[in-house]
């Protein structure tokens, strides 16, 4: 048993306390996770590890809030990060539990609002959005229900090629390379050529009416 002499608040980070036995610095901790502590209580070796488990939980779960407030991430982002800090496996799991729990982390509206985005700023096809979400860790389940929902690649295609065909009809292009060119951007924006092929008249046609 050791006994608590001294609490201290430290110096260069408020959000923390020293912990001092029988004279000495033991251990530092969580200002939240103080709790009951009190100067004279008697601490046994296995109340010393269940406090400094509880502060690793708490150090985790404040890395985590902190990657948290840039940007909305998935469970898999977070688990990376805080490998990154080298938090013990341990502790990650119960801190993506905690995070869930509170609504802080939720993959399928992670990946909902990520297509979201790319529907409204730069569409993109069921291809490139399944490789984009599976780098950001979504599972496969995850990914299919939300481009279920929330994908409709014939008329993305649409909105993502108008602007480029414009541009292309400046350049007052033959049909055949204006319709090389135009596929070749549609497939690196992840439409299959299935998607393509249909569009790529109609967007000759209404170019071409324009520039007439």
Sequence with gaps: MKKI??????????????????GEFEFGIARVLVG???????????????????DELESAYLKAINFLSYRSRSSAEIRKNLRKHEISELCIEPTIERLEKLGFVNDKEFAETWVENRNTFRPRGKRALTYELRQKGITNKVIESTLEEMVNEEELVYRAGIKKAKKLARRNLEWQDFRKKLAAFLARRGFNYGVISPVLSQLWDEVREEEE
């Design 5 to 22: 002499t001294a609490i201290k608040s430290q110096r260069r980070n408020l959000e923390r306390v020293s912990v001092f036995l029988d």
């Design 36 to 54: 009951s502590l009190r100067v004279g209580q008697m601490l046994a070796e296995d109340q010393i590890a269940a406090l400094r488990a509880d």
